[in-house]
Nanobody
Framework: QVQLVESGGGLVQAGGSLRLSCVAS????????MGWFRQAPGKEREFVAV????????YYADSVKGRFTISRDNAKNTVYLQMNSLKPEDTAVYYC?????????????????WGQGTQVTVSS
């Protein structure tokens, strides 16, 4: 199994930056597709970014493309989400998730493991 722990959230002003981290446990970490999702109050959880197990393929939601960057360091069992030019609309709880397979990476149901979430609040 895989256990995920997110960190790095907090309060930041619009235009600022944050870097989220997700530390994973398990010997099979390198084989997992890793995604970031977010959920704003009163809204459904939505896809943000994904990085395939090889680290060579990444995909982003249109709302964050060009501002967010997902990366992974398999030696540290860690996936990152660098968030730049933050907007108030980015305010949400951000979740790290791991999937055994990359098919349907935009769908929450495809992910096998989830972290506890970390709050990101962007003020005007």
């Amino acid at each position: 199994q895989v256990q995920l722990v997110e960190s790095g959230g907090g309060l930041v002003q619009a235009g600022g930056s944050l870097r989220l981290s997700c530390v994973a446990s398990g010997r099979t970490f390198n084989n997992y597709t890793m995604g970031w999702f977010r959920q704003a109050p009163g809204k459904e959880r939505e896809f943000v970014a994904v990085i395939m197990w090889s680290g060579s393929n990444t995909y982003y939601a249109d709302s964050v493309k060009g501002r967010f960057t997902i990366s992974r360091d398999n030696a540290k069992n860690t996936v990152y989400l660098q968030m730049n030019s933050l907007k108030p609309e980015d305010t949400a709880v951000y979740y790290c998730a791991a999937a055994m397979y990359g098919l349907g990476y935009q769908l929450t149901a495809r992910y096998d493991y989830w972290g506890q979430g970390t709050q990101v609040t962007v003020s005007s």
